[in-house]
């Protein structure tokens, strides 16, 4: 089996919180589940041989795009692979009080159906 590295991608983000937390909300608003991906087929995503993140809207309107995020902190990477929920623990740990209100606000979309929102 041959592994290529891919040479582009769509898009760049340079990770800072608040370019993480808006495209949370992104997502979000869009109805979809933010996921953030570390890896793929076992190998982890790298930019300049600096870590890097795929963050995917999964579900949703398909208004918000896939990201890759760049020279993430090893602490955010940990966090991620942590388990699943990574986008909750992202927007509590960087956002604020009114932008994890907003992100728990909306439901999800998938393919035609609206599943019901969960409340907590």
Known sequence: MVRE???AWAEYEE???????????ECRRDEGIPMFKTKFA???????????????CWGGHDGAPTVMFTN???RDLKLI????GDWRRLILKYGTRFDIEEAERYGIYLKGSRLPRIRR
Do not use: Q, S, Y
């Open 81 to 84: 692979e942590e388990g699943i």
């Open 72 to 74: 993430v902190p090893k």
């Open 5 to 7: 590295k891919v040479e």
């Open 15 to 25: 990770w800072e919180p608040r370019k993480v937390v808006k495209w949370i909300l």
């Open 42 to 56: 076992g190998l982890h995503f790298k930019v300049d041989t600096e870590p890097a993140v795929m963050a995917i």
